[in-house]
């Protein structure tokens, strides 16, 4: 059973930082591209960054390149999004899925920063 659990949200500072994780189970994490996604109710899902599985190759939104950091351990089957200095917009639920958000979707790890 493919399983996808995030975790390391919290209360944040403007301008601080976090390091969320996406851990998986029940699927070989490796040979998928991820991606790491917002998403509050009434509001649309939104694409933050993603990995590719070969290359490592990176891609984010353009409002958190430079801020944000995705990174991978296959090893852990973990997923990781480093979050550094913080604004308010950044508050959120954030999930993790594959580039085609075609794996079921976790509980999320929220993520909110005082200004």
């Known amino acids: 059973q493919l399983h996808l659990m995030e975790s390391g949200g919290g209360l944040v500072q403007f301008e601080g930082s976090l390091r969320l994780s996406c851990a998986a189970s029940g699927f070989p994490f490796s040979n998928r591209d991820m991606s790491w996604y917002r998403h509050a109710p009434g509001n649309e899902r939104e694409w933050n960054a993603s990995i590719e599985q070969f290359n490592d190759r990176t891609d984010y939104k353009k409002s958190v390149r430079r801020r944000f950091t995705i990174s991978r351990d296959n090893a852990l089957k973990t997923r990781y999004l480093q979050m550094r200095r913080h604004k308010p917009e950044n508050t959120d639920v954030y999930y993790c899925?594959?580039?085609?958000?075609?794996?079921?979707w976790g509980q999320g790890t929220q993520v909110v920063v005082s200004s």
């Open positions: 899925n594959d580039v085609l958000m075609g794996l079921s």
